[in-house]
């Protein structure tokens, strides 16, 4: 009796445990509904302003929000500005003279604490909403964004180094890049797709355009008069030919190999991702539903939730 009374206890145990642990993995668009019913209009005005300030920073929000999900999930790590005990991802390749739009998140971090009266919205949920409202406001797709990630306490330069796709990657190395973090040959063409948006320095595109074989031969001659051999290096040039406009004429680009990285015209060089790229070139609705999905399933990448890690009052420093 006492023995089937242990077994029915540690029944119930192990059931309990197995729900928490299932159920703290999970987000809510809802999270913050009834706790702060103003935040995310709030976070939505910000990006607003700030990408009719400058266009551009819309596509460097959601480069941001890329960039801190890729790295030891989505947790904010990337904002983390370097100390004694942090090795900051901002010094990461990637990252350095290259990733921006840290001034927007601290102008939403401020005002939504006032808002909501103390420091309630994580850093990371604040990246995934503006990340969000950056692509509504170029005129993309909605989604309902996935909320309760709490912040890392710590960063990581190295895993950045490492885990951040490079622009020179072909198509193996990019699905094996993506597919590390559970992301499959239709995220991939989906989330690149985020190309749509923004620009390059000239260092990451000076290769394909001057030794590249599988590009338009007068789109490299073109781009040769931003990009010189030497020099120049943090010359830009739109990632598609419609920088501040979320359409598919990335896609469309890439079937005239016109791609500016090596990595953007590795999803259409006669593999295996060729088809994807010429339905999304014709099909935006198709493409904006893959986005969107794809956006979340990046957003739920090693989410920090219930007791794990921290809100933190400034997105840049960790709270001790
Ligand atoms: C597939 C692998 C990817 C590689 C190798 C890659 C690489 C790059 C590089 C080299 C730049 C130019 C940075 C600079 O010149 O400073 C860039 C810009 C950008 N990337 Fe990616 N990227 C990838 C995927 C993504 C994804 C998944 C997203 C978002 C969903 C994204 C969004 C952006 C945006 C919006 C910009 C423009 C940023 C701006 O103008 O400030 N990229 N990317």
Same mark, same amino acid.
């Given at each position: 009796?006492?023995?089937?009374?242990?077994?029915?206890?540690?029944h119930?145990?192990?059931?309990?445990?197995?729900a928490?642990?299932?159920?703290?993995?999970?987000?809510?668009?809802?999270y913050?509904?009834?706790?702060?019913?103003?935040?995310?209009?709030?976070?939505?005005?910000?990006?607003?302003?700030?990408?009719?300030?400058?266009?551009?920073m819309g596509?460097?929000?959601?480069?941001?929000?890329?960039?801190?999900?890729?790295?030891?999930?989505?947790?904010?790590?990337?904002?983390?500005?370097?100390?004694?005990t942090?090795?900051?991802?901002?010094?990461?390749f990637?990252?350095?003279?290259?990733i921006?739009?840290?001034?927007v998140?601290?102008?939403?971090k401020n005002?939504?604490?006032?808002?909501?009266g103390?420091?309630?919205?994580?850093?990371?949920?604040?990246?995934?909403?503006?990340?969000?409202?950056?692509?509504?406001?170029l005129?993309?797709?909605?989604?309902?964004?996935?909320?309760?990630?709490?912040?890392?306490t710590?960063?990581?330069?190295?895993?950045?180094?490492?885990?951040?796709?490079?622009p020179?990657?072909?198509?193996?190395?990019?699905i094996?890049?993506? *597919?590390r973090? &559970? /992301?499959?040959?239709? #995220?991939?063409?989906?989330? !690149? $797709? @985020?190309? +749509?948006? %923004?620009?390059?320095?000239?260092?990451?595109?000076?290769?394909?355009?001057?030794?590249?074989?599988?590009i338009?031969?007068?789109?490299?001659?073109?781009?040769?008069?931003?990009?010189?051999?030497?020099?120049?290096?943090?010359?830009?040039?739109?990632?598609?030919?419609?920088?501040?406009?979320?359409?598919?004429?990335?896609?469309?680009?890439?079937? *005239?190999?016109? &791609? /500016?990285?090596?990595? #953007?015209?590795?999803?259409? !060089? $006669? @593999?295996? +991702?060729? %088809?994807?790229?010429?339905?999304y070139?014709?099909?935006?609705?198709?493409?904006?539903?893959?986005?969107?999905?794809?956006?979340?399933?990046?957003?739920?990448?090693?989410?920090?939730?219930?007791?794990?890690?921290?809100?933190?009052?400034?997105?840049?420093?960790?709270?001790?």
């Amino acid at each position: 009796m006492a023995s089937r009374s242990i077994f029915l206890q540690l029944h119930v145990f192990l059931i309990l445990a197995l729900a928490t642990t299932a159920f703290s993995k999970t987000l809510s668009p809802y999270y913050y509904e009834k706790v702060c019913p103003k935040a995310l209009p709030t976070i939505k005005r910000i990006v607003e302003a700030a990408v009719y300030e400058e266009r551009r920073m819309g596509a460097s929000l959601l480069r941001l929000h890329f960039h801190d999900c890729f790295v030891q999930g989505c947790d904010a790590s990337i904002l983390l500005d370097p100390t004694p005990t942090i090795d900051s991802e901002k010094n990461a390749f990637p990252n350095i003279n290259s990733i921006r739009g840290f001034e927007v998140i601290d102008k939403i971090k401020n005002k939504v604490d006032k808002i909501c009266g103390r420091p309630l919205v994580s850093c990371a949920d604040i990246l995934a909403i503006a990340a969000r409202d950056s692509v509504v406001a170029l005129g993309g797709p909605t989604w309902k964004v996935p909320l309760g990630r709490r912040d890392s306490t710590t960063a990581s330069r190295e895993l950045a180094n490492g885990d951040l796709p490079s622009p020179f990657m072909d198509l193996p190395a990019l699905i094996d890049n993506f *597919k590390r973090q &559970g /992301l499959d040959k239709r #995220d991939l063409v989906a989330l !690149s $797709g @985020g190309h +749509t948006l %923004g620009f390059s320095q000239c260092r990451f595109f000076r290769d394909r355009i001057y030794n590249g074989t599988n590009i338009n031969s007068r789109f490299a001659k073109e781009l040769r008069n931003t990009c010189p051999p030497e020099g120049g290096d943090s010359n830009l040039a739109p990632l598609d030919p419609t920088p501040v406009c979320f359409d598919t004429a990335y896609f469309s680009y890439l079937i *005239k190999e016109k &791609g /500016l990285l090596v990595s #953007d015209q590795a999803l259409f !060089s $006669g @593999g295996s +991702t060729d %088809g994807l790229v010429k339905t999304y070139s014709y099909n935006p609705r198709v493409f904006s539903a893959d986005f969107a999905n794809s956006m979340i399933k990046m957003g739920n990448i090693q989410v920090l939730t219930g007791k794990q890690g921290q809100i933190r009052k400034n997105c840049r420093k960790v709270n001790y």
